[in-house]
């Protein structure tokens, strides 16, 4: 007799993104004649930039040829993919060696498959509302969590817990946040990282929006902060960076200084861990992604996905000013691609995504969704098409604008 893992039970029925494509479903199908605008998962809709497709047709040439062909390639990545990711460090100030560095299919992997290295007695911090595959993972993991209060109060960049009583061995921090659109300061994140090196936790920093960042004072890295490579993981990714939501590359750094420790007491390397994790259950991201993906921190490969960054930041300010036109408080959209606001009128989540969807046939995305302190907010994405984005606040206007 076969077993299921019971955790899995223990989970809300199906995944946020895929309950709101099914709701989406289901008012096209009643609807076929209503031009929907979609602003609700955070993907994007700008194709890859030419130096990443050049470098890809290239890569499939070679692939073609029995003298540049390629079968598997190292799990942890090609090391001139580990070059350009080390070199977009060192221009932030970062110095990274190659083996700190691991290629993967984007950062919602890593994020969930790095639970794998950590023994389920840890207990977890999670802030409550964010990206749910940190909640998910550790539930099927088994693991206990701690939620930690994001909220206005906070300014939705919550703080190292005060109380003695808390005590996380592995800490979730996103900046830019998802949802939130928040940005942790450089003191704000020394807090977190002399937090982390004083209790012996390890913070899982997932910097996946880290290049919507304007402000120069505010960390992309979180390795900009000293004492972060004895505490902290990083996961990135080149989905919203470069348009790879659909062709997949990311990276992970885990520092050599990282340790963490064994039941009889022994610190052990994380990356070692890491490692052989990664060579046991991934065999790599494909070589002509991996060359698309290097072209990305080529000089003009920065400047062309700087161009499509600009675009959604347009949309940000699109979207950030029919806030102001409507009196709608919101938080984001200035250092990040979302824009979380509160909704009208006391609204709940869910009844707000309902009727938007049904009045203006815009899609969004209910806070609920990311944890119980996003009940009564709502996140739009600035991903979309720029003539779509205008069209949706025009529309939004009509029940708003005072
Ligand atoms: C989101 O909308 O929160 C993201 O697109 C989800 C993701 O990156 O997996």
Known sequence: MAFINDQYLEL????????????VNEYVAAHPDKKIIRM???????????????????????????????GY??????SFLHDAVQSYYKSHGVDLSSDEIFISDGAKSDVGNITDIFGNE???MIPDPVYPVYVDTNIMAGRDIVYLDSNAINNFCPMPPTDDEIAPDLIYLCSPNNPTGSVYNKEQLTAWVNYANENSA???????????INDASLPKSIYEIQGAKECAIE????SKTAGFTGTRCGYTIVPKALTAFSVDGDAVSLNKLWLRRQTTKFNGVPYIIQKGAAAVFTEEGQKQIKENIDYY?????????????????????????????????????????DYLLNEIAVVGTPGAGFGSNGEGY?????????????????RFKTLYKK
């Open 12 to 23: 809300q029925d199906s995944y946020l993104f895929s309950t709101i494509a099914k709701k």
């Open 40 to 70: 609700g998962i955070g993907d994007v809709t700008r194709p890859l930039v030419p130096a990443v497709l050049k470098a890809m047709h290239d890569a499939v040439d070679e692939m073609g040829q029995k003298e540049t062909f390629k």
């Open 73 to 78: 390639g190292p799990e942890q990545g090609y």
């Open 122 to 124: 840890n207990i977890v």
């Open 202 to 212: 390890v913070i899982l920093y997932d910097a996946a929006y880290e290049c919507f």
């Open 235 to 238: 996961f990135c990714s080149l």
């Open 313 to 353: 930041m347009k949309n940000a300010r699109t979207i950030a000013a029919t806030m102001d036109e409507c009196g709608i408080t919101y938080y984001g959209g200035d250092n990040s691609p979302y824009i979380w606001l509160e909704c009208p009128n006391n609204m709940k989540s869910w009844d707000f995504f």
């Open 378 to 394: 709502f996140r739009l994405t600035a991903f979309g098409d720029a003539d779509n984005t205008v069209e949706a606040m025009e």
